[in-house]
């Protein structure tokens, strides 16, 4: 599971299935990890769904459920955190074609 710091294939209408891309779903939005990203945590929003994984077609990860945090300065619509606890999170984004959104490049380090 490598972050991306685009979208790429990460976007919504592509089958990331195969490869088993870190991607969680809240609230009808499908989400993958960015990396190198500089966020605070904020408020807990409810359950993040990762999918079931299975790109051996021998059984696979099982799917789980993740707890969602706000990110601080970003509407949960653009990106959320996900994790046991706010201290051990991944940051996740929506994609939208190839480009990360706009406020989630004011994030990446480096940028």
């Known amino acids: 599971m490598t972050p991306v710091t685009a979208c790429g294939s990460g976007d919504s209408s592509a089958d ?3 490869s088993c891309v ?3 779903a809240y609230q009808g939005r499908t989400y993958r990890d960015v990396a190198n990203v500089e966020f605070t945590v904020g408020a807990e929003l ?3 769904v990762k ?3 299975d790109d051996t077609g021998e059984g696979g990860e099982a799917g789980s459920t993740e707890t969602a945090y706000a990110v601080t300065g970003v509407s949960p619509e653009v990106a959320i955190a996900v994790g046991d ?3 051990e999170t991944t940051f996740v984004a929506v994609c939208s074609g190839n480009e990360l ?3 989630v ?3 990446v380090k480096g940028s």
Do not use: F, I, M, Q
Request: hydrophobic fraction near 25%; aromatic fraction near 4%.
């Open 16 to 18: 990331d299935s195969a």
């Open 22 to 24: 870190y991607r969680v």
């Open 46 to 48: 409810g359950d993040a």
């Open 51 to 53: 999918p079931l994984c």
């Open 85 to 87: 606890t706010p201290g």
């Open 101 to 103: 959104p706009p406020e």
């Open 105 to 107: 490049n004011t994030l």
